[in-house]
């Protein structure tokens, strides 16, 4: 897997650089009539996104656009660089390219040497534990997550290349219980137990920060007690009133996460004795894209908001994966092999992306789907000896 650093310079005319996590140039392109979509299949010919940088800031909005669709980190710099800056960002680079590529360029290196103490950490830490094979997974995992311990993201790494056993598929058809919808609820709880690791980590930070306040708070307090009155009221006031607002943001914070970490361990120990269901507004390329983490496999329960707008190559794509769709209002005309199910009193416990689904109530809805088939294929039967 090539790492791609990812450098554009937006405008009337495109221009684009591509080097991997080693610095070494790819190629380059520009145009006046590139839009989004060739720009992205140029780059995931060359490898795997990591970073989209640009030399402005803030980033111009089609660059941002571009990093969430590709599911890069975003890099922009302090201040928009200048001229000179950028000539000496690529003055060793022998490719011949024009002024938008060069700009693109230095964009991409720019970005490059802001990440090389992150890398240099993430290298040292997979060689100390002789993962070198999935190095390139783990900077990605940090790319996106970049408070998240080392150590979760490289168990994230390990369950991504964990081999799966192939089921034995038979021609006969296929009887989905609450027991076959619920076989990856384990790898699914692991998934939810990391973003917990990731919260209680923040959360530690969060308590320092807090901890460091009161103690410069409680040191302003005696310089001032022991300086001249009248000329340092107004600093006493004013460093105070400061100092106890981020005390307050911070304390709101920490509750913030505490009510989170007890939110998920509750959403956890509920996943136990329920099926875990995966959450799309619709059935788009860009919602997949969006919600790649979710990591959508073999087995998986998705409830779906709007089934009615989808991309056939979606669909595709989760057909062999889905079997069961939970949706509000179904298509008319059915999509895929899908078994379109009703949420309602199916979900136990609701989150922004996953569910609960209760699995004696999803055992009983997809009963009651199959009886209703039956009964329709028994008129139709009728009906042919019928005429």
Avoid at 72 to 88: C, G, I, S, T, W
Avoid at 310 to 324: H, N, P, T, W, Y
Wanted: proline residues 3%; aromatic residues 6%; glycine residues 6%.
């Amino acid at each position: 897997m090539v790492l791609l650093l990812i450098g554009v310079d937006p405008g009337t005319t495109l221009g684009y650089a591509i080097i991997n996590d080693k610095g070494e140039f790819l190629t380059s392109g520009s145009g006046k009539e590139f839009g989004i979509s060739e720009l992205i299949r140029s780059i995931i010919s060359f490898g795997k996104p990591f970073i989209v940088a640009c030399d402005k800031n803030p980033a111009p909005s089609f660059v941002a656009s571009l990093a969430v669709k590709l599911g890069a980190r975003l890099f922009y710099p302090q201040h928009d660089l200048l001229v000179a800056e950028k000539r000496a960002l690529v003055k060793d680079f022998e490719a011949k390219l024009n002024a938008h590529e060069l700009d693109a360029l230095a964009s991409a290196v720019h970005a490059l040497q802001r990440h090389e103490r992150f890398l240099e950490k993430i290298e040292y830490f997979i060689k100390k534990k002789g993962k070198q094979a999935l190095e390139e997974d783990v900077k990605l995992i940090m790319a996106r997550n970049e408070e998240l311990p080392l150590e979760a993201a490289l168990r994230m790494a390990e369950e991504k290349h964990k081999p799966k056993e192939k089921p034995v598929i038979e021609q006969k058809p296929v009887q989905i219980t609450a027991k076959t919808v619920g076989e990856k609820t384990e790898r699914q709880l692991k998934e939810l137990q990391v973003q917990i690791l990731l919260l209680e980590d923040k959360n530690k930070k969060l308590k320092h920060v807090l901890k460091e306040k009161e103690k410069l708070i409680a040191r302003l307090k005696k310089r001032i007690q022991g300086a001249p009155g009248e000329e340092l009221v107004g600093f006493k006031e004013k460093r105070i009133k400061h100092y106890t607002k981020q005390l307050k943001d911070s304390s709101r914070l920490v509750e913030h996460y505490e009510k989170e970490l007890r939110r998920l361990n509750e959403f956890i120990a509920q996943a136990a004795r329920g099926v875990l269901v995966k959450k799309l507004k619709d059935l788009s390329q860009d919602e997949l894209a969006d919600k790649e983490f979710l990591d959508i496999g073999e087995g998986d329960v998705v409830w779906v908001h709007n089934p009615t707008i989808f991309s056939q190559k979606v669909v595709d794509e989760l057909a062999g994966k889905v079997r069961i769709v939970l949706a509000e209002n179904a298509p008319k005309k059915g999509i895929g092999n899908f078994i379109f199910l009703k949420p309602e009193g199916v979900i136990a416990k609701d989150s922004k992306h996953f569910a609960i689904a209760d699995k004696k109530s999803l055992e009983q809805a997809l009963q009651k789907k199959d009886i209703l088939k039956n009964i329709l294929e028994e008129y139709k039967q009728e009906r042919r000896k019928e005429e």
